[in-house]
């Protein structure tokens, strides 16, 4: 019990021994120390039924209200949950953390995930259970070069309550300067710009940076942090920081006073930022010129998990350099702890001013109110050209004729109607879930590079399951042919096919006779004229059925479907 307590304590977590088995962590529940010191191994039974090596009875300990377990493996203490299914959990930010000494708040904004490949580490989920345990209200994160990992710490954070931070590292190039920046969102709109600098950087930068101009574009609806070493190009560039004021909604310099374990590192850091306070500070108003803001570079959760970075350090580059045992998830007292030391108390109101800096991590998380849609397709739509829309008006017609022109190419006619069949159940699928575009984009591409001599494949992976790639020429593999599945390519259960909970109403208002040949019907304020004979699915006093268009009743419900709303309204609405 005593190894236990004394991993609790390093973990900061608050806890009750009960007796020399149980102790009950605050704010989780009881908790029971497995004895496994003579044990073999953590598991017994079967090699078809292996359990948990636990000598009590877990009935008897779930009685007595005991619901966990503890246990040692390897360097740590794990927990599982008796009325679940075994799994491994590391003991750690659970239940409520030992409170900090300093009652100051402040939000993590240096998390570097596993996104960043063979650098960051850490799994999204423990980041957010630790920011919780610590009290935080957000947590926001700054890979460098992807903004991968965004979307993820969205839907993790909306899972806990917490408000994500999408945050973004990388390097400015301007002159013969290269100085390390951070971006984080704070509106959409700043969002939409941050897209188009990681662009810019990833696709359209030969360096990988971006230039001054670029970047004085893209500020709107973000904050930039000026790198911890920036701090002399700050002084000689002036008329930079003010141009990068105006542009941006806030500037700050990032404070990061981390220990390495190359001493010429911690030089250089504790150099560059005494220059900073030094020629920043005006004491006369009490104010910076530029805001200095506490942000930690995090590469691993914990202190004991610092061996990460190295090892992934060195699959990527062979070495690890830049090595440090402090780059963790620190709490106020952490951080305040490495600060002191370095700041003169006769100059500095140091409890003010690291108050300032953490001050400055709310805000931006205050702020920060971007999100990414989700349930909404992004696929971009197909340009069609200027002899495309005179031959075909719109792009649902031009899919489908491109495909009949496919059928009768590749296909022999006494084989048409097996394979119209399987056509149509395919074009449904497509439709409904609202892959047009997506397949008239790759057809363009794969027309294009034939046309340059480009060599194309004959298909890859499941994609040769499907007879319409086959047909528009995307694919050289017939899937009937081969009796290859369209399923294991393009699922219909992934979307809703039938739009039940949005059937439109026919009244008075929307229900007119447009002459003998049609009729004329008004759907979400947009009028529509369908043949007297077009069957339609209507729902009429609670009872679904199909009916032709002329036949249509005051009061009946007409139920669309997604292809309908999608592509069937667009294409009448494009002939007309």
Known sequence: MNELINWLDKQKICYSPIDSEVLEIEGFGKMFLADLSNARSIFRGTKEELIFNLMESPDILMEEGIFYVAFPFGDNYYYYDMRQEFQFNILKHIGKRIPPQKNVSYVNLGVHTGYELLNGSGDLEQWTKKALQMGHKAIGICDYHTMAACLSLQKQCDKVGLTPVFGYSFTLEHGDSKIELKIYCQSQRGLKNLLRIQKFIMVDSSSNTITLTELLERGKGNVLVLGKLSSHWMK??????????????????????????????????????????????????????????????????????????????????????????????????????????????????????????????????????????????????????????????????????????????????????????????????????????????????????????????????????????????????????????????????????????????????VLQKAGEKAIKITLSGKPYLFFRNARLRVRRDEVEMSIKACELKIGDEIILDNRDILWTLEEIDATK
């Not at 370095?342 to 140091?350: K, P």
């Not at 719109?394 to 059928?407: D, S, T």
């Not at 017939?478 to 026919?506: A, H, M, Q």
């Open 236 to 509: 000689g560039n002036h008329y930079v920081i003010h141009l990068l004021k105006e542009a941006f909604d806030k500037l700050y310099y990032q404070v990061d006073l981390s220990e390495y374990k190359a001493e010429r590192i911690d030089l250089e850091v504790l150099q560059a930022t005494r220059f900073f306070f030094s020629n920043f500070y005006d004491n006369e108003a009490c104010s910076f010129e530029v805001e200095p803001i506490l942000i930690c570079d995090n590469y691993y959760i914990d202190k004991d998990e610092a061996r990460n970075k190295i090892l992934l350090n060195k699959i990527s580059r062979g070495a690890a350099h830049n090595q440090s045992d402090d780059q963790y998830f620190k709490d106020v007292d952490e951080h305040f702890a490495t600060i002191v030391p370095l700041f003169n108390a006769d100059m500095w109101d140091i409890d003010k001013l690291f108050k300032k800096m953490c001050d400055n991590t709310l805000y931006i998380a205050e702020h920060a109110s971007a999100r990414f849609e989700t349930g909404k397709m992004y696929m971009p739509r197909y340009i069609m050209r200027d002899e495309e829309k005179m031959k075909y008006k719109g792009r649902g017609n031009m899919f489908l004729k491109l495909l009949q022109e496919g059928l009768e190419t590749k296909v022999p006619f006494k084989e048409h109607p097996r394979y119209r069949q399987r056509l149509e159940e395919e074009v449904y699928i497509i439709e409904s879930t609202n892959n047009v575009d997506y397949f008239l984009v790759q057809w363009d591409m794969v027309q294009e590079a034939r046309r340059r001599g480009i060599t194309v494949g004959i298909g890859r992976g499941s994609a040769g399951g499907s007879l319409v790639s086959y047909l528009l020429g995307i694919t050289s593999i017939d899937p009937i042919k081969y009796d290859l599945l369209f399923s294991r390519f393009l699922v219909p259960e992934r979307c809703g096919l039938i739009w039940c909970d949005n059937v439109t109403v026919i009244g008075e208002d």
